[in-house]
Nanobody, 122 residues
Framework: QVQLVESGGGSVQPGGSLTLSCAASGSIFSINDMGWYRHAPGKQRELVAEIGSGGNINYADSVKGRFTFSRDNAKNTAYLQMNDLKPEDTAVYFC????????????????WGQGTQVTVSS
């Protein structure tokens, strides 16, 4: 069974920093795309950053220059370094990955983490 487990959320003051981690585990043949989404109260879920298998990283305009997305393929782990956090960054952050597991005909599936709360407030 493939799982995504996030960690690193919490509460910070404006201007602070947090680093989120997303570890994929289980019977994994390959991980294709990985990304972070967030869902704030009263808003739709939005893409924060994503990285494809080719290594290209896309960021939401609202986080460009403040957030850095990285990926450690050897550890099946993705990171989101968030600097200069603003109150509008407050949301539940979800890790997403497109993974090909072993034993299922080498078909790729979408997986989501359980979410981690990020609160930015003074």
């Amino acid at each position: 069974q493939v799982q995504l487990v996030e960690s690193g959320g919490g509460s910070v003051q404006p201007g602070g920093s947090l680093t989120l981690s997303c570890a994929a585990s289980g019977s994994i043949f390959s991980i294709n795309d990985m990304g972070w989404y967030r869902h704030a109260p009263g808003k739709q879920r939005e893409l924060v950053a994503e990285i494809g298998s080719g290594g290209n990283i896309n960021y939401a305009d609202s986080v460009k220059g403040r957030f850095t997305f990285s990926r450690d393929n050897a550890k099946n782990t993705a990171y989101l370094q968030m600097n200069d956090l603003k109150p509008e960054d407050t949301a539940v952050y979800f890790c997403h990955a497109v993974i090909t597991p072993y034993g299922l005909g080498f078909t790729s599936y979408d997986y989501w983490g359980q979410g981690t709360q990020v609160t930015v407030s003074s």
